[in-house]
């Protein structure tokens, strides 16, 4: 009986073993299980942020490019305008330069006539 009471003992041990593993076994799955939720959540998050930035960043883009075509197209009319004013302006003192030239002859033109009268 000895043996077998060693073997008896031997079984309880093994099973006292087995049942030891098995929950081990469990907590192990249950904590990998539960890391890997909130691996998975924490990648759905940075995925969403992700995108949120993308869209952003498209937004961004799109209302700087709006911006930037404005700019130019008011710069371009600025020219145009710069241009158009800069011509008027110098015709606008071209005549004026005609008219006061013509004053000045006919001033110089009526006092030559009149240093002839007095001679």
Known sequence: MNA???TEESIKNDLESAR??????????ENTYITTQKQLE???TQLDNIKKNVSNTNLTTSESLKN???MLDNSKTNLENFKKNSKENLNSIYENLKVSLSSALITID????QADMIL
């Open 42 to 44: 924490l990648s759905k």
């Open 110 to 113: 009526s006092s030559i006539t």
């Open 20 to 29: 030891i593993q098995l929950e081990n076994a469990k907590t192990a799955k």
């Open 68 to 70: 930037s075509e404005l």
């Open 4 to 6: 077998y009471g060693y």
